[in-house]
């Protein structure tokens, strides 16, 4: 039978990654135009597929 340390043995020192999180400000800011054109375009990748299917539930609901 394994036991559990024979499991998880590895052949070498182990890698641990960092992650890519920055606590400092941004080089380059956004400026406001640039923040509302991004706002505008997540939203509308997300209500749009909805919406166009909102507005067209009748054509889906016919049973040709």
């Given at each position: 039978l394994a036991t559990s340390n024979d499991a998880i043995s590895t052949n070498g020192p182990m890698i641990t990654q960092r992650a890519s999180v920055f606590t400092r400000p941004a080089k380059h800011p956004l400026g406001p135009a640039e923040t509302i054109i991004g706002l505008?375009?997540?939203?509308?990748?997300i209500l749009?597929?909805?919406s166009w299917i909102l507005a067209n539930i009748e054509d889906y609901k016919k049973k040709d």
């Amino acid at each position: 039978l394994a036991t559990s340390n024979d499991a998880i043995s590895t052949n070498g020192p182990m890698i641990t990654q960092r992650a890519s999180v920055f606590t400092r400000p941004a080089k380059h800011p956004l400026g406001p135009a640039e923040t509302i054109i991004g706002l505008g375009l997540f939203a509308l990748a997300i209500l749009g597929p909805s919406s166009w299917i909102l507005a067209n539930i009748e054509d889906y609901k016919k049973k040709d």
